[in-house]
T-cell receptor, first 111, second 117 residues
Framework: LAKTTQPISMDSYEGQEVNITCSHNNIATNDYITWYQQFPSQGPRFIIQGYKTKVTNEVASLFIPADRKSSTLSLPRVSLSDTAVYYCLVGDKAAGNKLTFGGGTRVLVKP | DTEVTQTPKHLVMGMTNKKSLKCEQHMGHRAMYWYKQKAKKPPELMFVYSYEKLSINESVPSRFSPECPNSSLLNLHLHALQPEDSALYLC????????????????FGSGTQLSVL
């Protein structure tokens, strides 16, 4: 199973763009890259998922280089409510749905 | 309905008690998961059910006993727990295990905060 590495924490200010990079050096051919957001005392919530290049939805963008050994979650114009922990997850269905989270990045958005 | 519902939200139990955590989803998902999360740590996978059959047990102690009565329900039976088992227990579901061509998207409940005294 691919092992993921993320920065432990990041600080930002309202209105700024936040970019969180996850390293997954031994990602397998079939692995997708998924990002989740978690608030205290709640379950993680799906943000975005991708396999290669760039994916964008209404809340975030995900950039994946050609070698797929890393990925970057981009949160445009963050607000105070974006303060949360963000997890990168790389899963391989060939491993029997063993989906394991990375260490998480604690993002603090300041006013 | 895109919710995963977990009950109870909070549970305090003694080391000799027997209790159960319950999880329910009505999205037609055929994979269901139990995760354990300690404070300031990522969720750790405990069990995976695929089509109501246990497919993964991450070497979880036998004092935790999962059960999947049907495709919508998942239980976690607790017996003789230790104080170090205190944690947030999260249930999740996903559409179709082994669905080639798409990554799994997990839907999580809000969890049960368990305290073992």
């Amino acid at each position: 199973l691919a092992k993921t590495t993320q920065p432990i924490s990041m600080d930002s200010y309202e209105g700024q763009e936040v970019n969180i990079t996850c390293s997954h050096n031994n990602i397998a051919t079939n692995d997708y890259i998924t990002w989740y957001q978690q608030f205290p005392s709640q379950g993680p919530r799906f943000i975005i998922q991708g396999y290669k290049t760039k994916v964008t939805n209404e809340v975030a963008s995900l950039f994946i280089p050609a070698d797929r050994k890393s990925s970057t979650l981009s949160l445009p114009r963050v607000s105070l409510s974006d303060t949360a922990v963000y997890y990168c997850l790389v899963g391989d269905k060939a491993a029997g749905n063993k989906l394991t989270f990375g260490g998480g990045t604690r993002v603090l958005v300041k006013p | 309905d895109t919710e995963v519902t977990q009950t109870p939200k909070h549970l305090v139990m003694g080391m000799t008690n027997k209790k159960s955590l319950k999880c329910e989803q009505h999205m037609g998902h055929r994979a269901m998961y139990w995760y354990k999360q300690k404070a300031k740590k990522p969720p750790e996978l405990m069990f995976v059910y695929s089509y109501e059959k246990l497919s993964i047990n991450e070497s979880v102690p036998s004092r935790f006993s999962p059960e999947c009565p049907n495709s919508s329900l998942l239980n976690l039976h607790l017996h003789a727990l230790q104080p170090e088992d205190s944690a947030l227990y999260l249930c999740a579901s996903s559409h179709s295990p082994g669905n080639r061509g798409a990554g799994e998207k997990l839907f999580f409940g809000s969890g049960t905060q368990l305290s073992v005294l």
